[in-house]
């Protein structure tokens, strides 16, 4: 199910969450317990555990038993849920009356959106003394997203990937944080201002987490972050096996088919999403997703499409080592040690699943012919490392 929920705040879609990246599996105990305390219900079963995804370990949430159709899993009240209305000195304050404020928060969903960022920006500045500080324990870092995120890429990724369609929406987005950036600056320096305290990166950082974990409840017109059912990774729909509902008092997630023990759970972020809408909103890519992105056509050629097909080919290993049913080659290790390396091996195999039966009818020999060295010496001198392989084992999130 897609909650059709824009802000025109940020320019993206937010359905359902993501799942945190470098977090240590320590955590998860310390946040069930807290919810147990507090009047969740957590089924007994429900942990954490590594998971190959297309080449990778990620961590996801699996439960120990047998799970029937239609188990409960987590019960949570909502007064424990971080919704905008728990925090009434922001959800009551009055932001800048600038040309720029108005721009940035020119609707009710962007005002809103810009007030709950900056009170999980506040929450999160309390540290260990804040009520939630069992779940932003397990939450990804800005660093975290900043590796995989297409809306935070540098300037250098933007130009080696500019032809994909992906880049316009980016660029859009892009604009529209500068634009809150600046709203931000503006409402810090007011009198009394609640965000005085704050750094724009601790509100970028609330503004990520509401857009890539958040669940709308309520019809879409509230949105809420869930501790521990914001840990759960996606798949396309045919594998998925939870379902969420809430009440005005009860957020509760369910079996919704019967899960063998030690099984991943997965929840659904999009309904019947390309790779393109996946990158955009959580910089997921799935390599067996049903629903392709469209062919790119002049856009693979040209000078421009030439540099994307270099960094592309760069990037990948070679066409032959790709399953039948993949839409794109998996990348080489060491793309992982780039800067922002993450982000870079989901847009080549984006661009790929893009391009490809354009770059092959143009020139089948010059991809065959081409090297790893003279396509990207950046990339070609770099051997695999520790640093690669340990990153493999940690989720490359967004991605999943």
Same mark, same amino acid.
Request: charged fraction near 20%; aromatic fraction near 10%.
């Given at each position: 199910?897609?909650?059709q929920?824009?802000?025109a705040l940020?320019?993206?879609y937010?359905? +359902?969450p993501?799942v945190c990246?470098h977090?240590?599996?320590?955590?998860l105990?310390?946040?069930?317990e807290w919810?147990n305390?507090?009047?969740?219900?957590v089924?007994?079963?429900?942990?954490v555990?590594?998971?190959?995804h297309?080449?990778a370990?990620?961590?996801?949430?699996?439960?120990s038993?047998d799970?029937?159709?239609?188990?409960t899993?987590?019960?949570?009240?909502?007064?424990?849920?971080?919704e905008? !209305?728990?925090?009434?000195?922001?959800s009551k304050?009055d932001?800048?009356s600038?040309?720029t404020?108005q721009?940035?928060?020119?609707?009710?969903?962007?005002?809103?959106?810009?007030r709950?960022?900056?009170?999980?920006?506040?929450?999160?500045?309390?540290?260990?003394t804040s009520?939630y +500080?069992p779940w932003?324990k397990?939450?990804?870092?800005?660093e975290?997203?900043?590796s995989?995120?297409p809306?935070l890429?540098?300037?250098?990724?933007?130009?080696?990937y500019?032809?994909?369609?992906?880049?316009v929406?980016v660029a859009?987005?892009?604009?529209?944080?500068h634009l809150?950036r600046?709203?931000?600056?503006e409402?810090k320096v007011?009198?009394?201002?609640?965000?005085?305290?704050?750094s724009?990166?601790?509100?970028?950082?609330g503004?990520?987490?509401?857009?890539?974990r958040?669940f709308?409840?309520?019809g879409?017109?509230?949105?809420a972050?869930?501790?521990?059912?914001?840990m759960?990774?996606?798949?396309?729909?045919?594998?998925?096996n939870?379902?969420?509902e809430?009440t005005s008092?009860?957020?509760?997630?369910r079996a919704?088919a019967?899960?063998?023990s030690?099984?991943?759970l997965y929840?659904?972020?999009?309904?019947?999403?390309?790779n393109?809408v996946?990158m955009?909103?959580?910089?997921? +890519?799935?390599?067996?997703n049903?629903?392709r !992105?469209p062919?790119?056509g002049?856009?693979?050629?040209?000078?421009?499409?030439a540099?994307?097909?270099?960094?592309?080919?760069?990037?990948?290993q070679?066409?032959?080592?790709?399953?039948?049913n993949?839409l794109?080659?998996?990348?080489?290790?060491?793309?992982?040690?780039?800067p922002?390396?993450?982000?870079?091996?989901?847009?080549?195999r984006?661009s790929?699943?893009t391009?490809a039966?354009?770059?092959?009818?143009?020139?089948a020999?010059a991809?065959?012919?081409?090297s790893?060295?003279?396509a990207?010496p950046?990339?070609?001198k770099?051997g695999?490392?520790s640093?690669?392989?340990?990153f493999?084992v940690?989720?490359l999130?967004?991605?999943?």
């Amino acid at each position: 199910m897609l909650v059709q929920t824009v802000f025109a705040l940020l320019f993206i879609y937010v359905p +359902y969450p993501t799942v945190c990246s470098h977090t240590h599996t320590a955590a998860l105990p310390d946040l069930t317990e807290w919810l147990n305390t507090n009047g969740a219900t957590v089924h007994p079963g429900m942990t954490v555990g590594l998971f190959e995804h297309e080449g990778a370990e990620i961590r996801g949430v699996f439960d120990s038993e047998d799970l029937a159709s239609n188990a409960t899993l987590l019960a949570i009240p909502r007064k424990l849920l971080m919704e905008l !209305s728990h925090f009434p000195t922001f959800s009551k304050a009055d932001l800048p009356s600038t040309t720029t404020c108005q721009k940035a928060t020119g609707t009710v969903g962007s005002l809103q959106a810009m007030r709950f960022a900056a009170a999980i920006a506040w929450e999160a500045s309390k540290g260990k003394t804040s009520f939630y +500080y069992p779940w932003f324990k397990q939450v990804p870092s800005l660093e975290d997203f900043y590796s995989f995120l297409p809306v935070l890429m540098e300037e250098s990724v933007h130009k080696d990937y500019a032809p994909l369609p992906i880049m316009v929406k980016v660029a859009e987005m892009q604009d529209g944080f500068h634009l809150c950036r600046k709203c931000f600056e503006e409402w810090k320096v007011v009198k009394g201002s609640p965000v005085r305290q704050l750094s724009w990166n601790e509100v970028l950082h609330g503004m990520i987490l509401l857009n890539t974990r958040s669940f709308g409840l309520d019809g879409g017109r509230t949105l809420a972050l869930v501790p521990l059912a914001d840990m759960l990774n996606t798949v396309p729909n045919s594998e998925l096996n939870v379902q969420w509902e809430h009440t005005s008092d009860t957020f509760t997630l369910r079996a919704h088919a019967p899960v063998a023990s030690g099984a991943e759970l997965y929840d659904g972020y999009c309904d019947g999403c390309s790779n393109t809408v996946l990158m955009n909103g959580w910089g997921i +890519y799935f390599e067996g997703n049903p629903t392709r !992105s469209p062919h790119g056509g002049q856009l693979c050629l040209g000078e421009e499409g030439a540099h994307l097909r270099s960094v592309t080919e760069a990037a990948l290993q070679p066409d032959g080592s790709a399953s039948e049913n993949w839409l794109s080659p998996r990348c080489k290790a060491n793309v992982l040690d780039l800067p922002q390396g993450p982000l870079r091996c989901s847009l080549a195999r984006l661009s790929w699943e893009t391009c490809a039966a354009e770059w092959s009818t143009e020139s089948a020999h010059a991809r065959s012919s081409l090297s790893f060295g003279q396509a990207h010496p950046e990339i070609a001198k770099h051997g695999p490392t520790s640093a690669a392989r340990e990153f493999s084992v940690a989720n490359l999130r967004g991605h999943r």
